[in-house]
């Protein structure tokens, strides 16, 4: 039994850690895109 | 809500629900398989999810492969950022592949690993994969990354082939569950089979859709550093 749960256990962990790093390196892409916005915005306004 | 954000939602919610489906018909709904031993009959229990993960990466390195040769025609980014986020989502479930046959090879072979031919050709093809990211992780120019990425993954591809009929071809350790003279699973165990290949190709796309847009996000911030350059 403690071989299939181990099994099991692993495979959900591989696609958690998956699906994580992709939720992290999104947030991490979005918050850079909101700055990178707010720059060209300010960038944009200060050339007018 | 916006249709954009429904799809997404919507594959992995029912992907989701899918895998969890599969987890109970493989762990309780399939009967036991015709082995003697307890630990042997629940080890085998294993395979719904394993073969399921081995699959994906095989689909996920086949998807590679065709994007990669349709990018080598075309030069369109989407190929290449499908090809990637399909050999990083193969590569992920190739070690779950062989984690998960190493703990069943425990109890049923009384080993954690044998260099037999279906296991060492699997971990080659992972490393093999391995060096893909890695390769595109050290081309610095985009256009160059993607067009060596592109023949890498093909190339790479004829590795799946290999290991799909190294169980054939050799006499390995390895159980065949369908060979020439049929399966080796009762109709009931191949219907949790087969729903567990469903569920899984399934969360593949969900997570290539999630993947793909990831891609994209990185290639909006490249865009908007170049503009502030």
Redesign the interface.
């Known amino acids: 039994m403690g071989y299939l749960i181990a099994a099991y256990a692993v495979l959900w962990a591989i696609s958690f850690g998956l699906v994580l790093s992709m939720h992290l390196r999104q947030r991490r892409l979005q918050l850079d895109l909101r700055v990178l916005r707010q720059l060209v915005e300010d960038a944009a306004s200060s050339d007018e | 809500m916006k249709k954009n954000d429904c799809l997404p939602l919507l594959l992995t919610v029912s992907s989701s629900l899918l895998i969890l489906l599969g987890?109970y018909l493989a762990?309780a709904g399939a009967p036991d398989a015709n082995l003697k031993s307890e630990?042997g009959r629940?080890?085998q229990?294993?395979i719904y999810?394993?073969i399921a993960?081995a699959w994906v990466g095989f689909l996920a390195f086949f998807v590679t492969f065709v994007a990669g040769a349709v990018y080598l025609r075309t030069q369109r980014r989407q190929w290449d950022i499908a090809a990637l986020a399909s050999a990083e989502?193969g590569t992920?479930?190739m070690?779950?592949v062989l984690?998960?046959g190493s703990?069943?090879a425990?109890?049923a072979w009384g080993v954690w690993w044998v260099w037999d031919e279906r296991l060492t050709i699997s971990l080659v093809q992972f490393l093999i994969y391995v060096g893909y990211l890695m390769l595109r992780g050290s081309v610095e120019d985009p256009a160059r990354r993607a067009r060596f990425a592109a023949v890498y993954g093909v190339v790479a591809f004829v590795s799946v082939p290999v290991n799909f009929v190294a169980i054939r071809l050799w006499r390995t350790q390895h159980p065949l569950v369908f060979g020439v003279d049929g399966g080796g699973l009762s109709p009931n165990m191949m219907f949790a089979f087969f729903f567990c290949l469903i569920a899984f190709s399934l969360?593949y796309v969900t997570?290539m859709w999630?993947?793909i847009?990831?891609e994209r996000?990185?290639d909006?911030?490249d865009e908007?550093?170049l503009?502030?350059v």
């Open positions: 987890l762990l630990t629940l080890a229990r294993i999810f394993h993960t989502i992920v479930f070690l779950g984690v998960s703990i069943w425990r109890p969360w997570l999630h993947r847009r990831l996000l990185r909006q911030v908007l550093k503009r502030l």
